[in-house]
């Protein structure tokens, strides 16, 4: 019979170490929250593939498009003889995107890709270099996204050079004791240290810093951002490849402060799975390239324009905004309960929709992480059935993205042996 063990022994004989993995079970099958391994275990799946299967595994519609779209074709390649259903998915998200300006999208493959993409498409609408980030964000694994995360272990060690002109200030969290006025000063302080606004393209930000803890901008700070950016002629970009497709209780994060941005990127929860993502802006910027500029070979696979339009009726028909909230509100009770009894070992709970995270602290206290903590209880926690991911610049965030179609008995059972692997690690 085949083993976990069996393959995780064989992919480390073939597979980097780089290209590590959470959990050492392989998967055979997976349904809506739910995963099998090749051991015949089951698993509650608390992290969607990373925010990806917002819809389920294996939702029905989606595996119905896919399955009508390669009977017609598998690729011809959008930038060579396009197809109906890239200009409807491109339709639809410039009408889903947050704010009311004329708007135009783009497709790529990767998250990344959709970050590179509005750094290209910024600097080609403004002609300026800098690119002001922020610490603890993370915007992919290329060169320029590298240059943009503002995390350097694991993210950026031993990778460098990185691109030039790239400015990175403090992200505002209060449970850390860094203000919003702090955040804006720095940025203030660059621009009489550093670098002219007016050779600033763009600033980006996650508006929930995703692998960073999940910590939230405030309206006020985003709004503020919004002021900087029309001040000195500066493109906003919204890096809302985790926030997106209804993970917050909005279709996209922005829409909860009511600041539209320039330029949004969208990848992960866009097509369930299929490798598909997006910028999407207003269009004098989004056409500042020249024509053959942005693209690149699988750049809206048809397969996967397919799986998105079933992602946005699921969204729509399922009602999984409201879902999502709702999901927020059944795992704050639980896990308030938990850090009431975690005798200090709990800190900030944080709930955005189901885009949730409890921090693991030492003694109660913020500045005391515990990321050997956190490391065991994500593995306890695999080990015991349930699939949990860890992010935070500190390691010691452990974040909730369950699928949105996830039933509540099933988040009941995932919560049920969270409480059980405690005892077993302190
Ligand atoms: C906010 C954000 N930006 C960019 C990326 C990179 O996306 P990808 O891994 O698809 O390249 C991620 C992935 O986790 C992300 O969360």
């Given amino acids: 019979m085949q083993t976990n063990q069996k393959l995780q022994q064989r992919k480390q004989k073939v597979i980097a170490r780089g290209q590590g993995n959470l959990a050492p079970v392989f998967i055979k099958k997976a349904k809506n929250a739910e995963l099998w391994d090749v051991e015949n275990n089951h698993y509650i799946d608390f992290g969607a593939g990373i925010a990806v299967t917002n819809t389920g595994h294996c939702h029905p519609q989606i595996q119905q498009a896919v399955k009508d779209q390669i009977d017609s074709f598998s690729h011809t390649c959008v930038m060579v003889t396009p197809y109906e259903n890239s200009v409807e998915l491109a339709e639809r998200l410039v009408e889903l995107a947050p704010g009311t300006s004329e708007k135009k999208a783009i497709f790529v493959t990767t998250g990344a890709e959709a970050v590179e993409n509005c750094i290209k498409i910024a600097r080609a609408h403004t002609r300026r270099r800098g690119i002001i980030a922020f610490n603890g964000g993370f915007h992919g694994r290329t060169n320029m996204t590298m240059g943009l995360t503002g995390k350097i272990t694991p993210y950026k060690q031993l990778f460098g050079p990185f691109p030039n002109d790239i400015y990175h200030v403090p992200y505002p969290i209060d449970y850390h004791g860094i203000s919003e006025t702090q955040s804006l000063e720095a940025i203030n302080s660059l621009f009489k240290t550093s670098i002219a606004p007016e050779d600033v393209a763009a600033i980006i930000i996650e508006p929930i810093q995703g692998e960073g803890g999940f910590y939230s901008a405030s309206t006020s700070f985003l709004k503020s951002l919004r002021k900087i950016c029309d001040q000195h002629g500066i493109v906003m970009i919204a890096d809302e490849i985790q926030t997106g497709f209804a993970r917050t209780g909005k279709m996209f994060c922005m829409e909860h402060h009511n600041v539209e941005a320039d330029l949004m990127t969208m990848a992960k929860g866009m097509a369930g799975g299929y490798p598909i993502a997006a910028v999407v802006g207003k269009t004098e910027i989004m056409d500042a390239p020249l024509p053959g500029g942005l693209g690149g070979t699988y750049a809206g696979s048809p397969v996967a324009c397919a799986a998105g339009l079933a992602v946005i009726d699921i969204i729509k028909n399922e009602k999984l905004i409201e879902r999502a909230v709702q999901i927020g509100r059944e795992f704050q009770i639980h896990l308030d309960k938990l850090q009431r009894e975690s005798g200090g070992l709990i800190g900030e709970i944080r709930v955005n929709g189901a885009m949730i995270a409890m921090e693991l602290v030492k ?43 996830i039933e509540s008995e099933l988040i009941e059972q995932g919560l049920e042996i969270l409480n059980n692997c405690f005892p077993d690690l302190v």
Avoid: H, W
């Avoid at 903590?373 to 059935?385: H, N, Q, R, W």
């Avoid at 390691?395 to 179609?405: A, D, G, K, Q, Y």
């Fill in 363 to 405: 003694n109660g206290d913020a500045n005391q992480p515990n990321p050997e903590l956190t490391s065991k209880l994500v593995s306890k926690a695999y080990e015991k059935g349930l699939i949990l991911l860890s992010c935070g610049s500190r390691s010691n965030v452990i974040r909730f993205l369950p699928p949105l179609t």
